[in-house]
């Protein structure tokens, strides 16, 4: 479905990504790991041309393109099929909870007002946020403000979801509603590329897992062998503080 | 208070109040309309980043804010028409103070454009949506909000600003208030008179900024 390949992105002479690689299938759960500061976000941010990379390629559904000189009009071609959930929610602040869904589909996608609000009650209802319609995203609580992301980017119908730590500017008690909202996406086969510190996310929902330090791939398998047997020494130390740091 | 000077401020109470209905009203709406659709312009500009404009913007809001209002009303109505352009009193009086209250506006919505949290525009990016798209219906409205109250501080101020149109011949209300006291020597009673009225005015638009401002907070309450 997805498939990045050497991606490479500096900031001011700091190497954010070195040679990143990786892919994606249809239905996979992917879950991206790593230390703060190791080039989770800004991968993320790559893929989905927030942030232009120097170097790389995206095979998007067997189309290639480079990712430092792909134009505009195949950036909001590839745009069409996927959606982003921030970690802020970057909820527009001057619409409604259902404005705030509808808004992309009648406003770029030229859909019919009647047509767009019966999909974003749709996509409210299964995150549990039908009973908010009418609210400002200043009414809601963190986790509300993400479940309406969440139906925001699944009002698309996209083919692939991008969640940028979608839990981690949540109250530890509003983190549950967000992630059960992503494990029921999940389970109905949505394919999910997730920058996350949850570990249990990551064991327990994700197929696959990326770990990531300094800009690099460190590890790359699916989750039951990488958190069962981690290959690289620098996986394992990881798993394991943050095991520890758990009990 | 002499019964003569009752008489006079009576008489002329309302001849001023018409020279304001007539001509200080319309200046003042007239001007802040362009002086708005130019802040605006000049500020998403500088918001957008647009390369040789923007340092063109910066140019005009450096020169109109360094130089005084009445300068650049006398260049306009006594200066221009050396070089051949002519404009009469009230459209000159117009040009003058859309362009300068412009220069100070346009650094208020810049604040406020900036102020919208950035993270909406990717939000909008990545649901499809064009950057003119994204400006147009998510982040001027809110800029507008949060501008407000500094927009109708402009605007009470240009109100009071339109006087010195009075120096380049425009009938508005402090001309008329030197026409009426040319004849009746009663300066004190006069300008009083002609200030209490501004006060009026200026009342008016702050009970309609009170209003508007709880308008526009019923959506959204507090960020």
């Not at chain 2, 001023?16 to 009203?25: D, E, F, H, K, S």
């Amino acid at each position: 479905m997805i498939e990045v390949k050497n991606v490479n992105k500096t900031f001011n002479g700091f190497e954010a990504l070195q040679d990143v690689s990786l892919k994606v299938e249809k239905g996979d759960v992917v879950a991206i790991l790593g230390p703060s500061g190791s080039g989770k976000t800004t991968l993320l941010r790559c893929i989905n041309f927030l942030e232009r990379a120097d170097s790389g390629t995206l095979d998007f559904d067997g189309e290639v393109y480079d990712m430092h000189s792909i134009s505009k009009k195949d950036i909001s071609r590839i745009r069409r099929k996927t959606a982003f959930v921030f970690q802020n929610y970057n909820l527009f602040l001057n619409r409604t909870v259902i404005q705030n869904v509808t808004e992309g589909l009648i406003i770029a996608r030229k859909m019919p007002k009647e047509q767009a609000e019966q999909i974003a009650i749709r996509a409210l209802e299964k995150v549990g946020m039908a009973d908010r319609l009418n609210s400002y995203p200043s009414q809601l609580s963190g986790g509300q403000q993400q479940r309406v992301a969440i139906a925001r980017a699944l009002a698309v119908d996209p083919e692939i979801i991008y969640f940028d730590e979608p839990t981690s500017a949540l109250d530890p008690e509003l983190i549950g509603e967000v992630l059960n909202v992503m494990r029921d996406l999940a389970n109905e086969g949505m394919t999910m590329l997730v920058v996350t510190h949850e570990m249990n996310f990551a064991r327990n929902v994700s197929s696959k897992v990326i770990f990531m330090e300094n800009g690099k791939v460190i590890e790359s398998a699916d989750s039951k062998s990488f958190f069962e047997n981690p290959k690289e020494e620098r996986t394992r130390s990881f798993i394991q503080s943050i095991m520890s740091a758990r009990d | 208070m002499s019964e003569r000077v009752i008489g006079i401020l009576a008489d002329s109470f309302m001849k001023i109040l018409m020279a304001g209905i007539r001509v200080t009203i319309p200046l003042s709406i007239l001007s802040f309309f362009f002086a708005l659709i130019i802040s605006v312009i000049v500020a998403i500009i500088q918001y957008a980043d647009i390369k040789g404009l923007k340092q063109l913007c910066r140019f005009y809001i450096w020169i109109i804010r360094g130089t005084p209002l009445l300068v650049q009303l006398y260049l306009v109505f006594y200066g221009l028409p050396s070089v051949g352009i002519v404009l009469p009193a009230f459209p000159a009086a117009v040009l003058c103070f859309s362009i300068n209250e412009g220069a100070y506006m346009a650094e208020s919505m810049r604040a406020a454009l900036e102020a919208v949290p950035k993270g909406q525009l990717e939000a909008g990016y990545c649901v499809g949506m064009s950057y003119w798209q994204i400006m147009r219906r998510i982040i001027l409205p809110q800029a507008f909000r949060t501008a407000f109250p500094s927009l109708s501080n402009s605007f009470i101020s240009m109100v009071k600003s339109t006087s010195m149109a009075s120096t380049i011949t425009v009938s508005e209300m402090i001309r008329q208030t030197q026409i009426i006291n040319g004849r009746v020597y009663q300066s004190l009673a006069l300008y009083l008179e002609v200030g209490f009225i501004y006060l009026l005015f200026c009342t008016v638009l702050t009970w309609l900024q009170g209003i508007g401002e709880k308008k526009l907070n019923e959506y959204g309450g507090a960020r």
